[in-house]
């Protein structure tokens, strides 16, 4: 069969532009660690108030030394509206909201999801290095939009003993 040489440019272009494609769903993925979100678990928006995790939203030192941060997102701001998490620890995020669509970006970080009614959003990451970070609302969400905010302080990893026990159901 003989293709045309210029078809031939194309049909090499087009190829390789597909692997382009590919190859950085995979550099995104595996080398910058952004991952679709992938996790579905329900929530009725009405119950979120008096549901027994999100009602009593705050940080959770896990025993294997994991941490787990339930946060309430709403019109218009975040609870708790200040999170602190030790450095160099895999940090859970389990976020949803009573109201409407809101986001959740921890500026400068990979922390970012969206925040559906009806919806828990949850994702995991760790925070190499200590400091503040701000977390603001990445979606329109209504007037007071520009003022949903919170802070995350990242600390530098508490003793073995003793030091971290204070944070455990710090809201
Ligand atoms: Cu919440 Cu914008």
Redesign the pocket.
């Given at each position: 069969m003989n293709v045309d040489f210029y078809e031939k440019i194309w049909m090499w272009a087009a190829g390789g532009i597909i692997v382009i494609f590919l190859a950085s769903i995979g550099f995104t993925t595996f080398g910058k660690a952004i991952q679709p979100p992938s996790h579905v678990e329900m929530i009725n928006p009405d119950s979120v108030r008096t549901d027994p995790e999100f009602s009593r939203p705050g940080v959770t030192m896990n025993a294997d030394g994991s941490v787990t941060v339930v946060i309430q997102?709403f019109?218009?701001g975040f609870t708790p509206s200040e999170i602190r998490v030790p450095r160099n620890r895999p940090v859970t995020f389990r976020l949803t909201s009573p109201d409407v669509i809101?986001?959740f970006q921890i500026v400068q970080t990979n922390g970012n999801t969206m925040v559906v009614p009806g919806y828990v959003s949850q994702f995991t990451t760790q925070f190499s290095r200590a400091g503040e970070y701000l977390i603001v609302?990445n979606?329109?969400?209504g007037l007071g939009?520009h003022i949903?905010a919170a802070k995350l302080i990242v600390e530098e990893s508490p003793a073995a003993s003793g030091a971290g026990a204070g944070m455990g159901g710090a809201r």
């Open positions: 997102a019109m218009f809101h986001g609302c979606e329109y969400c939009h949903m």
